[in-house]
Structure formats: C-alpha cells, structure tokens
C-alpha cells in the first residue's frame, strides 16, 4: 500500500569548507562567490562559521573514533577560508 508519499531523494551538496578541506581551494571560492550573492558578503562569515561550529559539534561526538586530525582538518579548513575572505577585505 502506498503512503502517498514520493521516496525522497537526498543529494549530498558540499559546502565551502567540504571543498577546503579536500585541499580544492577554487571550489570553495566558487561556492562563496555563489553564495555572497545571496547572502552578501557579511552572510560569508556566518556560512562558514556555522559550517565549523556544526562539524565541531559531530566531531565532539565522534572524538573516539576520528581522533583529533578530524577536528583539526575543520578548524583548518576554515581559518584558510575566513583569512582569504580577510585578504580580500569581505569579511
């Protein structure tokens, strides 16, 4: 019997910081660009700063498994993000 319902389809988008942290700074440039035009340049901060924040909080949850590299890899990527938004004078 069916709900009614069509199934769900989830599709993984990644954030500036994902890209960061996979060592593709011009994609997370890319996906900032996008998003300032949206959120302008005062939203940036808090897209990635929330970003951070959220990855802190599961990495707090996961520490047993991951170690620290996982928090480490986060506070990382996006200290690099905000510094190159400071250099460009957008945050």
């Keep these: 019997m069916s709900s009614g ?6 599709t993984w988008l990644p954030s500036p910081v994902d890209c960061e ?5 011009a994609a997370a440039d890319r996906l900032l660009a ?3 035009q949206v959120a302008g340049d005062a939203g940036l901060r808090c ?6 924040i ?5 990495f707090t949850h996961e520490r047993q498994a991951y170690g620290d590299s996982l928090g480490d ?3 990382a990527a996006g200290s690099a993000i905000l510094n ?8």
């Design 5 to 10: 319902w069509a199934a769900a389809r989830w």
């Design 73 to 75: 890899k986060g506070c």
């Design 34 to 36: 996008q998003a300032a």
């Design 47 to 52: 897209l990635v700063s929330y970003r951070i």
């Design 21 to 25: 942290e996979r060592g593709d700074s």
């Design 54 to 58: 959220g990855g802190l909080a599961v």
């Design 84 to 91: 190159r938004l400071q250099a460009a004078d957008r945050v």
